[in-house]
């Protein structure tokens, strides 16, 4: 059921425009020391002011005039916001095997399932018939621009063209191209979309067991996934933001989670947290031998605390059997 639209607000935004001194000269208003002024305006330049700036949130004395704890440096922020970029980096590369994983778990079950390589546009394959013509216009779209675009570069020892246009300009039928090469024009938020509208509710649970999941926790995670990538591909903070949707705690013996009785504290479930753990689950199942983990604690290990408690992560952390069997 579509959630009800909130209220717009009242007033009329009247804001300057303000030239990068202008942006310098406030940071320096709220208490921000700035060394050297020509590096700052740099970086405003090729940052932005309205991209930084929310990494003063944690040096904040919490006033509504944003005034900066006394001592707090230009680098702080340029510290936290390279930290952010590392972490995004990270995330986004478990995103990327989770994505591929369940792109190909639902493509191959449905194709041999079915015995069907275009299964995909059978409508009774779906449950909302209206979500499903969605689907093949997205496909059929997809191949369209394909076809009106410039050809591809001609086939040698190291160029190839791709595989969408091979089949258009190999295939006259069927029309559009067979589920594995459509599953790779979708973006995560329609994979998840055509996951979640499958009719039969056996063929939802075959391709969450073959990643190591239920199909409640696959369902859950990979909505939380479709936010956390939309971040990440645009460059968002992501260490302490509000994702507003959060992956779901399993409950399943079969789906690895942390151990601890006190390994996940009810403060750190809206946090992003969580996220890590379902990713290092997923993890276990499509990339075992992954030193994701690993690469993961060397970047927390040189965080303080401040960053931990941000993005919900408890002391000790490491230490939860969870974790600890992918750590040296």
């Excluded at 030239?19 to 700035?34: A, F, K, M, Q, T």
């Excluded at 590369?93 to 069907?116: C, G, N, P």
């Excluded at 997205?138 to 621009?145: L, S, Y």
């Excluded at 990538?229 to 903070?237: E, K, L, Q, S, T």
Aim: glycine share 6%.
């Amino acid at each position: 059921m579509p959630q009800e639209m909130r209220p717009r607000g009242s007033l009329s935004y009247d804001k300057p425009s303000l030239s990068l001194d202008e942006l310098v000269d406030r940071l320096i208003d709220r208490g921000l020391e700035v060394p050297d002024r020509d590096r700052a305006r740099r970086y405003l330049r090729h940052i932005g002011y309205y991209r930084l700036s929310p990494y003063t949130i944690p040096f904040q004395q919490g006033g509504p005039d944003h005034a900066l704890r006394v001592g707090t440096s230009f680098d702080d922020l340029l510290d936290l916001y390279v930290f952010d970029r590392a972490l995004r980096l990270i995330v986004m590369d478990a995103i990327e095997r989770v994505e591929v994983a369940v792109r190909a778990a639902l493509t191959d079950h449905m194709s041999t399932t079915y015995a069907d390589p275009h299964w995909y546009v059978t409508p009774s394959h779906f449950r909302d018939r209206n979500r499903h013509t969605r689907l093949v216009k997205i496909v059929r779209d997809t191949c369209e621009d394909r076809l009106r675009g410039t050809p591809d570069a001609g086939e040698d020892s190291l160029v190839h063209r791709s595989a969408l246009e091979h089949y258009l300009t190999t295939y006259g039928s069927p029309e559009l191209p067979p589920s594995w090469l459509m599953g790779e024009m979708l973006t995560i938020g329609q994979l998840t979309n055509m996951y979640r509208n499958l009719m039969q509710r056996a063929d939802r649970t075959a391709v969450a067991n073959s990643i190591g999941l239920t199909t409640t926790v696959l369902e859950s995670w990979m909505q939380t996934y479709v936010r956390v990538r939309n971040i990440c591909a645009h460059h968002g903070r992501l260490w302490n933001v509000g994702l507003g949707v959060y992956p779901a705690i399993p409950t399943s013996p079969t789906v690895p989670w942390l151990e601890g009785d006190d390994a996940l504290p009810e403060r750190s479930r809206k946090r992003l947290y969580p996220v890590l753990v379902s990713l290092q689950s997923v993890l276990y199942a499509v990339s075992p031998r992954s030193g994701w983990a690993q690469r993961l604690n060397g970047l927390l290990s040189t965080r303080p605390a401040m960053n931990l408690r941000g993005m919900g992560i408890p002391e000790g952390w490491a230490d939860d059997p969870f974790w600890s069997r992918r750590l040296p």
